[in-house]
T-cell receptor, first 118, second 106 residues
């Protein structure tokens, strides 16, 4: 059974960086892309980026290009998302999601709340 | 960049049919996926590739895609079908979500 377990909630000050991890189990990690999606309170889903763990290739949303970095550690079956230069508008629930049939986001982590506040 | 347009809200009487639309330029040339999200939960895939239901999703969920509009249909709506629904496509190797539609079962 597929499980994606994310790291815990964090509170950060404006200008800081945050790193969120997503540990995968129940499938062969390198065989499926991993996506990162966020959702500000009461707002829509917003896609950030995806990574192919097999070769490390990445694709970023233009909106976050240069401010978000996603990586993966195949030995630990874990994906990481780093967001830098945080501002209050980055306060959101951040999800990792495993690519699935039909290039969907078939399995999701539980979400990590990142709060940016001075 | 590609945009998907959804109505903000849809209401449906208990046991009746709800239809949620998703509009995009030449949308029929893309595969449209639909997610259900309940408060405090991660999204759940309910329809993929326009009209396919993942294992475990009730038969009351169906989808179609023609022209510039994809539609998610919820038949025999139940209270448990309330939530936010998002359409999603791929465009230029990026993921695009619609703005989401809040479904209320009356």
């Amino acid at each position: 059974q597929v499980h994606l377990v994310q790291s815990g909630a964090e509170v950060k000050k404006p200008g800081a960086s945050v790193n969120v991890s997503c540990k995968a189990s129940g499938y062969i990690f390198i065989n499926f892309a991993m996506h990162w999606v966020r959702q500000a309170p009461g707002q829509r889903l917003e896609w950030l980026a995806w990574i192919n763990p097999l070769n490390g290739n990445t694709k970023y949303s233009q909106k976050f290009q240069g401010r978000v970095t996603i990586t993966s550690d195949t030995s630990a079956s874990t994906a990481y998302m780093e967001l830098s230069s945080l501002r209050s508008e980055d306060t959101a629930l951040y999800f990792c999601a495993k690519a699935d049939v039909g290039a969907t986001l078939g399995y999701w982590g539980q979400g990590t709340l990142i709060t940016v506040s001075s | 960049s590609y945009e998907l347009t959804q109505p903000l809200s849809v209401s449906v009487a208990l046991g009746q049919t709800a239809r949620i639309t998703c509009g995009g330029n030449n949308l029929e040339t893309k595969n449209v996926h639909w997610y259900q999200q309940k408060p405090g939960q991660a999204p759940l895939l309910v329809i993929y590739r326009d009209s396919h239901r993942p294992s475990g999703i009730p038969e009351g969920f169906s989808g179609s895609n023609s022209g510039n509009t994809a539609t998610l249909t919820i038949s025999r709506a139940q209270a448990g079908d309330e939530g936010d629904y998002y359409c999603q496509v791929w465009d230029s190797s990026t993921v695009v979500f619609g703005g989401g539609t809040k479904v209320t079962v009356l």
